[in-house]
């Protein structure tokens, strides 16, 4: 009897614990999919249908063709996201791996000071930063330009960290005899450390690529020609004035801006879990 009771009590714990995360994911699943249909439902049935009678590809040629009724680069946009994604996330692995030896591997002066300095402003939220560095941009004249975009993500105290942390548990006789090898910080750096830290790098790269390529704020700010807006600053104009009335291209834009991260976050998801 006391064996059923237990039974019975971890059954019923069970499926308490999957009925709440179904619950979870039907929260998170069921905008995404109205969003996902929505931009493959004709306009009349987006707010009153929430599975399309058919299907059609209107939104996605409208926002691509872009044309006289929403004079808005799209696609442009698209390959500026991809540009300051890509350059601002390479940046940080690079600034981040070079740093990040200096300081697990490298005796100098002040190295202790520059290591806590990393850590305490990774407790600070980056908004805090946001007019400082507007006015730094605006007195170097990069206003409205790709670099005015990137220059605040060329670097990431979290990569340091990560790099650091990770450079300290590689054993120090490695280092040693590669120096006795005769090869520099840069060689070993190169060659040894970043293929032992394939998972911190694969790590580094996806989580700053997913966050510049959502990144909103900043890129709002900074720019505001629409041949060098983002695709996230783009679709942020599709919801003023008169193109309010494109439901169906704004759900079109927001499932192209949402997909390469899924498809990133899927394919990489063991790097995650690492």
Do not use: C
């Amino acid at each position: 009897m006391r064996v059923n009771r237990k039974r019975l009590r971890s059954n019923i714990g069970q499926a308490l614990i999957y009925l709440v995360l179904t619950v979870g994911v039907l929260f998170w699943l069921i905008p995404f999919a109205w969003m996902l249909f929505s931009s493959f439902k004709p306009t009349t049935e987006i707010f009153t249908r929430f599975w399309p009678t058919h299907f059609t590809l209107e939104h996605y040629k409208l926002i691509v063709a872009g044309g006289t009724a929403l004079e808005r680069p799209f696609v442009r946009s698209v390959f500026n996201n991809l540009f300051v994604s890509i350059v601002t996330t390479t940046a940080i692995v690079v600034t981040g791996a070079i740093t990040g030896y200096a300081l697990a591997r490298l005796e100098f002066k002040g190295r202790r000071l520059l290591s806590n300095a990393i850590l305490y402003q990774m407790i600070f939220p980056g908004v805090l930063f946001l007019i400082p560095t507007f006015m730094l941009v605006l007195r170097m004249g990069l206003f409205d330009t790709y670099t005015g975009m990137m220059i605040r993500f060329l670097a990431s105290a979290t990569a340091v960290f990560l790099y650091a942390q990770f450079f300290r548990t590689i054993p120090q006789d490695l280092v040693d005899a590669a120096r006795i090898d005769g090869a520099g910080e840069l060689t070993i750096l190169w060659r040894i450390m970043l293929p032992l830290a394939g998972s911190v790098t694969a790590f580094v790269f996806l989580f700053n690529f997913m966050a510049r390529w959502d990144e909103f704020l900043w890129n709002l700010i900074v720019v505001k020609d629409y041949n060098l807006m983002t695709l996230p600053v783009l679709l942020a104009t599709f919801t003023k004035g008169e193109y309010g009335g494109y439901p169906g291209a704004q759900m079109a834009g927001a499932t192209v801006l949402v997909m390469p991260i899924l498809i990133l976050f899927v394919v990489f998801r063991r790097f995650f879990e690492e």
